[in-house]
């Protein structure tokens, strides 16, 4: 029986030993003034264990060290590598923690240096750094990635280049901006799903999604440039309190195949299309202000049928909604009643509309009496209350 007990116990003990819970995360510090346990970022990156939390202090690391990143050829500069799959690293807030070089570096021939580059993670918390003057502020590869109190500071690439495959994740809180024609905020790629993207300004900084089922903007502003946000490739996701406007081309595109999005109390505007629907996406909209440009306000080429309801479909060319659809295809009818115009002569609306009505070739209907008899009522969006977390 002694005997007995006595194995017992060092199984106990064999099995506490080797238990993960006993393993006490580490906290590391980098400080530029010699203060903490480093006083540079990658050293501390590469003493880091999965758990622990990297704190770096004020200051502008500036390093880039040649790394292998699979699928390149050459090695790519970098400003943080991070090889372990879970790890906080909090910075002392978004001005005062600085990765990059002080001048612009970036190089689309060689998509060098990057900010940070991430690889295989699925715990991965960002907070409080700024991220500049790179191809890539951050380059983060499959699982997780949370973000909160970052800028995104000319990065001739993209803010953000995520390769997501599970589900999870969110990005708030944070600036993008950048420089130049086509320059990319974030792009979310892949396959992943249930993602967040709030109250963040993307300043002349696309917004492209492909492949990511259900994210969600709220409470965003997207101003300046060519494209406002994209969905395509079969991407899903809403669009809640967003400010959308003075976009050269389209504010918001949904592209082939089979996007979707949901739009609720936003404004939406652009130069040519305020939202642009292709080829078997759909989208529904509501409590939302729709300004179009040249060509329409809302454009539909061979796509679902969409429903707008309660909304200002206000617009600045010679049609509102351009609308075709291919015979083979079937008739489609966009659902657009109990909107306001800009006025309340249905005729004058009808003459805005491009459809079967113009052209019988065309086989798609709008819908779109009856009609709001003046001006709906719309949620007020907290712009004040957005812009006052940059102050």
Not at 152 to 159: A, S
Not at 172 to 201: P, Q, T, W, Y
Not at 338 to 352: E, F, I, R
């Amino acid at each position: 029986m002694r005997r007995s007990v006595i194995v017992g116990l060092m199984t106990l003990l064999t099995a506490l030993a080797l238990s993960p819970i006993l393993v006490l995360a580490a906290t590391i510090t980098v400080e530029k003034d010699g203060s903490g346990d480093y006083t540079q970022v990658q050293p501390a990156l590469d003493a880091a264990a999965s758990g622990d939390t990297v704190l770096i202090g004020p200051g502008e690391f500036t390093e880039l060290i040649p790394s292998y990143i699979p699928g390149y050829s050459y090695d790519v500069e970098v400003c943080a590598y991070v090889r372990v799959p879970n790890l906080t690293i909090i910075g002392a807030g978004a001005g005062q923690t600085v990765l990059g070089p002080t001048t612009y570096l970036g190089s689309r021939q060689t998509f060098s240096p990057k900010c940070m580059v991430w690889l295989n993670g699925n715990e991965r918390i960002v907070e409080g750094i700024t991220f500049r003057n790179c191809y890539d502020g951050m380059h983060i590869v499959r699982g997780a990635l949370f973000v909160d109190n970052c800028e995104f500071l000319n990065n001739g690439g993209y803010g953000i280049v995520w390769a997501i495959n599970v589900s999870g994740g969110f990005i708030r809180n944070s600036i993008f901006s950048s420089f130049g024609l086509d320059k990319v905020g974030v792009a979310i790629v892949m396959g992943g799903r249930d993602i967040i993207v709030e109250h963040c300004i993307f300043d002349n900084a696309q917004v492209n999604i492909s492949n990511i089922q259900n994210i969600s903007f709220i409470d965003c502003e997207m101003k300046n440039g060519r494209v406002g946000v994209q969905f395509a490739a079969g991407a899903s996701g809403k669009l809640n309190d967003c400010k959308i406007f003075n976009f050269s081309i389209v504010a918001v595109g949904l592209h082939s195949v089979a996007a979707y999005c949901e739009i609720n109390n936003c404004e939406i505007s652009a130069d040519i299309i305020a939202v642009n629907v292709g080829p078997e996406c759909v989208v529904n909209i509501s409590n939302s202000i729709l300004t179009g440009g040249s060509d329409s306000v809302l454009k539909f080429s061979n796509s679902g049928p969409a429903l707008v309801r309660n909304c200002h479909i206000l617009k600045n060319g010679s049609i509102a909604i351009n609308c075709w659809n291919h015979e083979l295809l079937g008739l489609l009818t966009h659902d657009m009643t109990g909107n306001y115009w800009g006025t309340t002569d249905p005729d004058l609306v009808a003459s805005w509309i491009w459809d079967q009505n113009d052209d019988p070739a065309n086989f798609s209907i709008v819908n779109y009496l009856p009609m709001a008899n003046g001006p709906v009522p719309t949620e007020n969006s907290s712009w004040g209350s957005v812009k006052a977390m940059f102050r």
